[in-house]
């Protein structure tokens, strides 16, 4: 099983990216897939989630304006475009997914993650 994330890197403040998250290894029409983030020294932030069987998407409040979940089932693929980053946006987003929603994201099995930092 495997998660691959890529689409992180520098960017500047108002600037956007598009995580990619590629996942194999598994049957990726029962999972729910998320992204996840985490600050150095701090607890990872849920910030959005997928149902690949029905593409209901959830999104945490913080950041539903500004970030949206996607997939492409044809390609095992999921992605978070994030649009006007902020500082407060520099952490390592780390596409999850579970069996079901609303778990505990420690529960949920993570790649590696990728990198993104928002700065001038």
């Known amino acids: 099983v495997q998660l691959k994330e890529s689409g992180g890197g520098l960017v500047q403040p108002g600037g956007s990216l598009r995580l990619s998250c590629l996942g194999s290894?598994?049957?990726?029409?029962?999972?729910?897939m998320h992204w996840v983030r985490q600050v150095p020294g701090k607890d990872f932030e849920w910030l959005a989630s997928?149902?690949?069987?029905?593409?209901?998407?959830h999104s945490a409040d913080s950041v539903k304006d500004r970030f949206f979940i996607s997939k492409d089932n044809g390609k095992n693929m999921v992605y978070l475009q994030m649009n006007n980053l902020t500082a407060d946006d520099t952490a390592l987003y780390y596409c999850?997914?579970?069996?079901?929603?609303?778990?505990?994201?420690?529960?949920?099995?993570r790649g590696q993650g990728t990198q993104v930092t928002v700065s001038e």
């Open positions: 999850a997914k579970s069996r079901l929603p609303d778990v505990p994201i420690e529960t949920m099995q």
């Open positions: 290894g598994f049957t990726f029409t029962t999972q729910w």
């Open positions: 997928i149902s690949v069987v029905t593409g209901r998407t």
